[in-house]
C-alpha cells in the first residue's frame, strides 16, 4: 500500500518548526513522516542542524504516522548505540520507526577528526554495523571486531519487533551491492531512465525489497520562481555523490557551489507550479513500484507547500 510522507529536513529548519510542519503533514492526510540526520548543514546561510534523535522522541509522542529517519550508523555514532536508540524508541511507539543507512558523509563524519575512508572500506563499515545492530535488536550480546569493534554489548530493552533497514542508494552499483542485505531501498528523484536501472538492479537481487524514494521539489506560484527558490535553497546539494561525502564543512560546500547554475536545478529538483505536476509524479512512482513517497519541498515555504497538498494533491491522490 502506498504511503506519501513529508520530509523534516533538519539542515534547513529549526526543531521547533519542524515538529509543527509535521504535526500540520498528519492532519491534512500525509501518512508517513521522514527526517534527515546531520550534524553540520549544507550551507552556512540561514541554516540549523537539530538533534534529530532528541526530535523523533517528541515527534513520534506528538504524531501518530510511521516515521523514518536517513542515517549513517558509524562512525560519528556506534551502531550499539544506534540500536539502543532505535530499540527505544520502538519499545515505546509501537515499532513504528525505521532506518535507512548509508556510508556517511565527511561533513557529519569529521567532527571526530579520524581518518576519512575511501567508499570501498566505508561500505564494508556500514555493513558490518547493521549486521550488529540487528543482532543487538534480536536479544544477543555481540562482541565483533572489524572496521568497528564492539565487545560484550547486549540490549535490556528490545524493540517490540526487528526494525526495517533501508539502504540508501544513489548509484546502480550501491543498488546492486545493498540488495543482498537491506529490508528496502531509498533513493532521489534521478532521471526517468537512471531510476528505473537503479531500481531493476536492486529488485534484480532483492525481489522482495521495498522500494521508497525522496521526491526532491520546489513549489512556487510559477516555475520561474521555483527554479531561483530550488537554486537559493538547494544548490550545495547537487554536486554529485562524491563531492557530498568528501567535502567536509558547511563553507566548502558554499565555495564548491558558486559554479552551480539556476538552469542545473532542473535535472535535480521537481519545480512545481500546480497540484497536477505533484499528482503526475505521485502516479508515476507509484508505477514504478515505489511504496513510500516521501516529498521534500526544499525552499523556505513549507506552510504554502503544505497548504497545496491538503487542499488538491493529497484529497486527489486518494480518488485515482
Same mark, same amino acid.
Given at each position: 500500500?502506498?504511503?506519501?510522507?513529508?520530509?523534516?529536513? +533538519?539542515?534547513?529548519?529549526?526543531?521547533?518548526?519542524?515538529? /509543527?510542519?509535521?504535526?500540520?503533514?498528519?492532519?491534512?492526510?500525509?501518512?508517513?513522516?521522514?527526517?534527515?540526520?546531520?550534524?553540520?548543514?549544507?550551507?552556512?546561510?540561514?541554516?540549523?542542524?537539530?538533534?534529530?534523535?532528541?526530535?523523533?522522541?517528541?515527534?513520534?509522542?506528538?504524531?501518530?504516522?510511521?516515521?523514518?529517519?536517513?542515517?549513517? $550508523?558509524?562512525?560519528?555514532?556506534?551502531?550499539?548505540? %544506534?540500536? /539502543?536508540?532505535?530499540?527505544?524508541?520502538?519499545?515505546?511507539?509501537?515499532?513504528?520507526?525505521?532506518?535507512?543507512? !548509508?556510508?556517511? /558523509?565527511?561533513?557529519?563524519?569529521?567532527?571526530?577528526?579520524?581518518?576519512? $575512508?575511501?567508499? =570501498?572500506?566505508?561500505?564494508?563499515?556500514? /555493513?558490518?554495523? #547493521?549486521?550488529?545492530?540487528?543482532?543487538?535488536?534480536?536479544?544477543?550480546?555481540?562482541?565483533?571486531?572489524?572496521?568497528?569493534?564492539?565487545? !560484550?554489548?547486549?540490549?535490556?530493552?528490545?524493540?517490540?519487533?526487528? $526494525?526495517? %533497514?533501508?539502504?540508501?542508494?544513489?548509484?546502480?552499483?550501491?543498488?546492486?551491492?545493498?540488495?543482498?542485505?537491506? &529490508?528496502?531501498?531509498?533513493?532521489?528523484?534521478?532521471?526517468?531512465?537512471?531510476?528505473?536501472?537503479?531500481?531493476?538492479?536492486?529488485?534484480?537481487? *532483492? $525481489?522482495?525489497?521495498?522500494?521508497?524514494?525522496? @521526491? =526532491?521539489?520546489?513549489?512556487?506560484?510559477?516555475?520561474?520562481?521555483?527554479?531561483?527558490?530550488?537554486?537559493?535553497?538547494?544548490?550545495?546539494?547537487?554536486?554529485? !555523490?562524491?563531492? =557530498?561525502?568528501?567535502?567536509?564543512?558547511?563553507?566548502?560546500? &558554499?565555495?564548491?557551489?558558486?559554479?552551480?547554475? #539556476?538552469?542545473?536545478?532542473? &535535472? +535535480?529538483?521537481?519545480? %512545481?507550479?500546480?497540484?497536477?505536476?505533484?499528482?503526475?509524479?505521485?502516479?508515476?512512482?507509484?508505477?514504478?513500484?515505489?511504496?513510500?513517497?516521501?516529498?521534500?519541498?526544499? *525552499?523556505?515555504? =513549507? #506552510?504554502?507547500?503544505?497548504?497545496?497538498?491538503?487542499? &488538491? %494533491?493529497?484529497?486527489?491522490?486518494?480518488? @485515482?
Amino acid at each position: 500500500m502506498l504511503k506519501i510522507g513529508y520530509h523534516a529536513s +533538519h539542515e534547513q529548519f529549526s526543531p521547533r518548526d519542524l515538529l /509543527q510542519y509535521a504535526q500540520n503533514a498528519e492532519k491534512i492526510g500525509f501518512q508517513l513522516i521522514t527526517s534527515s540526520d546531520h550534524f553540520h548543514p549544507w550551507s552556512e546561510t540561514d541554516s540549523h542542524s537539530g538533534f534529530a534523535w532528541s526530535w523523533l522522541g517528541a515527534a513520534l509522542q506528538a504524531i501518530k504516522l510511521e516515521f523514518g529517519i536517513i542515517t549513517s $550508523p558509524a562512525p560519528r555514532y556506534h551502531p550499539a548505540i %544506534v540500536a /539502543q536508540a532505535v530499540a527505544t524508541l520502538n519499545q515505546m511507539f509501537d515499532n513504528r520507526l525505521w532506518i535507512a543507512v !548509508g556510508s556517511g /558523509q565527511a561533513m557529519n563524519e569529521n567532527i571526530k577528526g579520524e581518518f576519512w $575512508p575511501d567508499k =570501498q572500506t566505508r561500505n564494508e563499515r556500514l /555493513q558490518e554495523s #547493521v549486521n550488529i545492530m540487528r543482532r543487538l535488536w534480536d536479544g544477543y550480546e555481540v562482541t565483533h571486531y572489524g572496521h568497528i569493534n564492539v565487545v !560484550g554489548a547486549r540490549l535490556y530493552t528490545l524493540p517490540s519487533a526487528s $526494525p526495517n %533497514v533501508f539502504g540508501a542508494a544513489l548509484s546502480e552499483k550501491t543498488a546492486g551491492w545493498l540488495a543482498s542485505w537491506s &529490508d528496502g531501498l531509498i533513493t532521489i528523484n534521478h532521471p526517468d531512465e537512471k531510476l528505473e536501472k537503479l531500481t531493476t538492479t536492486y529488485r534484480s537481487g *532483492n $525481489p522482495n525489497g521495498e522500494l521508497t524514494i525522496k @521526491v =526532491q521539489l520546489s513549489y512556487a506560484k510559477d516555475l520561474k520562481t521555483a527554479e531561483i527558490l530550488a537554486w537559493e535553497n538547494w544548490r550545495n546539494n547537487i554536486l554529485g !555523490g562524491d563531492s =557530498q561525502a568528501m567535502l567536509s564543512h558547511p563553507k566548502l560546500f &558554499d565555495e564548491a557551489a558558486r559554479f552551480v547554475r #539556476v538552469e542545473d536545478m532542473r &535535472d +535535480h529538483v521537481l519545480l %512545481v507550479d500546480r497540484p497536477e505536476v505533484l499528482i503526475s509524479a505521485l502516479k508515476k512512482y507509484k508505477a514504478m513500484g515505489f511504496t513510500r513517497i516521501t516529498l521534500h519541498n526544499v *525552499n523556505r515555504d =513549507q #506552510v504554502g507547500f503544505l497548504e497545496l497538498m491538503g487542499s &488538491d %494533491v493529497l484529497p486527489s491522490f486518494k480518488q @485515482v
